[in-house]
C-alpha cells in the first residue's frame, strides 16, 4: 500500500464573515509525489495550503499531515530591510533552539540552498531591493533550506519569467524524483501541472474537488468547466517524446 | 554577539556595539561628576574602583561628603536611569519587531498608561512610596491582561487586534488618570500627580534601584536570548507558523516581558516616552535591521540616551526639570528626523 503524505477528509474552513471557502474536500497525496491544484481565483486554493501546513486548523474534517512542511507564499512583503541570506537562513528555525541562534552550519546550508538557485551573488543584498521574480527564488531557497518532507508552494512561478519558471518547474520535479519530497502546488498554469504533477486537483467548487492523476484530470472539459474558458489540447513531439499542451481559446479577442 | 551573523555585518555591529559600551562607560564617569556638587571625574573612578571585589586597595584620597554624592545619591540614580532607557529601548525594539511597524512604542500595549493609573491612584490614597511602586506594577500588568482579554474576545489573535486592543486600554487608563486627576486635592496632591507623570529620577536610591533592576535585568535577559525569534515573528503570522514558530505563545510571551520591564519603570520614575520609538530608529541605522544585533545596540543606545537626558534635566536649570518632558521635547524633532532619513531610504516602499 503506497504510504500518504497528505490525506484530508469532509474539509471544511469559512472565513469571520461566514462566507464559506472549502466544504467536505477530500484529497490526498503520496509520498515522493507532486501534486498541482489548479482553481479560479478565490475558490480557496491557498487557504487549503495554509491548512496543509497548519497555519488555519479545520473547522470542519480532519487532515493529517505526515512530515514536516515549507510554504512559499505566492506574495511576499517584509518590514524590515533583511539581507537574502538572514531572509533563507530563517529556513532553518526547527532546527535553531528557542534561545539560540543560527549555528555556522545552518549559514553553510542556506549559502548552499541559494547557489543551487543561482543566487549566491545576491546574499548580501537587501531582500526588499530585489525584483517580485527574485524575491520569489530567494523564497523558493528559503524552502530548500529547511531539508523539510513536504513543499507547499502558492502560485510558485507567478512573478517569474518564462526561463526561471523553467527553473523552479525542474527543481520541483528534481526533489521529488531525486530527494523523494512531497510536493504541493498551486497554479493557474494547466501545462506547469502536465509538466511536473503526478496528481491533479481541480477545486470545481466549495464541495466539488476532482482529484486523480494529471492525464486523466487536466483534459479540455474538465478545464473548460473549471474555468468557463475554452480550451484547446495541443500534440507535440519534443526530443522524440509525445507530449501535449493546453491552450485556452478567448473568443471576441480576435 | 554570535558567529552566524555575516561577516561583515558582524564587523560592523561588534565595533558599533564596543564603541557603545565605551561611550556609556565614559558618560557614567561623567553623569557621576557632574551636578550641583562637582565632583572630580578621577575621584570619582577612584571611588568606583575601591568597590570592585579583588582590585588592588585604592587609599581614599577623596573627602566623606564626595563618596556620600557618588556613592549614595548619584550611583543608585545612574543604575535606575541606565536601566529605564535600556529596557525602555529594548521593548521598543521587540515591539516593532513582532508588530512589523516601525511606528510602535511601548505606550501601544496599554502598559505604560495602565502603570500610570496606578502611580496616581497610590498618589491619590496617600499611600507611601512602595505603594505607588506597587500599584504602578499591578495595574500595568493588569492592563495587559485587559489587552489580552480583549484581542481574545475580538476572536482572532492577530496583530491588528491586539493593537486595537492596545489602543482601547490606553485610552480607558488614560481617562482614569484624568479622572483621578480631577478628584484629587488641587494643592496637597494634584502636583504631585502631575509632577509624577512627567517622569523623573529625583527620588532615586538604593531601596528603588531593585524594584526596577530585578525585573529589566532578568526580563531583558530572556528577550536578548529570544532575538533571532524576534526576526521570525517579524515575517508576519501565516510565514513565521510556516517556519515552524508558535506564534501565539511567543509573541504573548515577549508582551509580558517588556510589560514588566514597563511597569518596572514606570513604578519608580513616572512617564518617560519616546525612547522605546526613537532609539530602536538610531540602532538600525548604525547596525541595521537584524535584531540579533539591534536588539543589543538598542539596548546600549537606550541607556546612554536617556543618561545624558537625565544629565541635561539635572543641570541644565537650578531646580530640576522633569526628564520626561526632555525626553519628550527632543525625542519628537530626533524622530522626525530619523522618520524622514528612513523614509529617504526607503520605509514604506512596501
Redesign the interface.
Known sequence: MTEKSIAFEGLGFSY?RGRSVLQAYRGEVERGKVLAILGPNGCGKTTLL?LI???LSPQKGTIRVEG????V?QL????????V??MV???R??R?A???????E??KAARRALEKLGLADL??RPF??LSGGQRQLVIFARALA?EADIL?LDEPTSALDLKNQGVILEWIRRLSREQGLTVVFTTHHPQHAHAVADATMLMLGERESLCGPTGQVITEENLHRLYGVVFKRIPFQVEGTSAETFVPIYSGLG | MNATLQKPSRTRALIVLFALLAVLAIASVFYLALGRYYVPAGTVARILLAAVPGSAPVSPRWQETEWIVVWLVRLPRLLMVVLAGMGLALSGACLQGIFRNPLVGPHLVGVSSGASFGGVLAILLSLPAAGVVGLAFAFGMLALVMVFGLSRLAGRAGILSLVLAGVIVSAFFGALVGLTQHLADPEAKLPGMVYWLMGSFAGADWKKAPIIGIPTVAAGIVLLLLRWRINLLSLGDTDAAALGVKVGPLRWGVLVLISLIVSAQVSVSGGVGWIGLVIPHFARMLVGPDHRALMPASVLLGGIYLLVMDCLARNLTSLEIPVGLLTALVGAPVFAFVFWKTQARGWGRD
Request: aromatic share 12%; proline share 5%; no cysteine.
Open positions: 469571520d495554509k501546513i497548519g497555519a514536516r512542511t515549507a510554504f507564499p511576499f512583503q517584509v518590514s524590515f530591510s533583511y539581507s541570506l538572514d537562513l530563517m529556513g528555525a526547527h535553531v528557542l534561545f539560540s541562534v543560527p549555528s555556522a545552518d549559514v546574499a548580501e526588499d531591493e529547511t507547499v
